[in-house]
């Protein structure tokens, strides 16, 4: 496969930072593109691509994926990232 076909066949995920509120502290939110998601705590330890990543990492898990390749991240915005990578199903 080459770098195209990794981009246009794999698991693609958003990942987007979001500040505190009066009730919550700062979180990191990854949902993949048929509307699945999952927040997280933001971790004050990491860095913030690291908690992109810990993000990233906890959606292939919520929804059963496991990385089968090279994961490409695009930045460029600026909230978060763009996660992309040739997956597979946990069970298969």
């Known amino acids: 496969m080459t770098k195209l076909d990794y981009m246009t066949l794999g698991f693609h995920v ?3 930072f979001m500040g505190p509120t009066n ?3 700062s979180r990191v939110k990854a949902t993949t593109v048929t509307g699945k998601s999952v927040t997280l705590d933001w971790d004050h330890a990491l860095n913030s691509g690291d908690n992109h990543a810990a993000a990233f990492a906890a959606i292939c898990m919520k929804t059963g994926r496991v990385v089968t390749g090279p994961v490409y991240v695009n930045g460029g915005f600026d909230d978060g990232y763009v996660f992309m990578a ?3 199903d946990i069970e298969g």
Request: glycine share 12%.
């Open 14 to 16: 958003r990942t987007k």
């Open 23 to 25: 009730h919550r502290g």
């Open 86 to 88: 040739p997956t597979r």
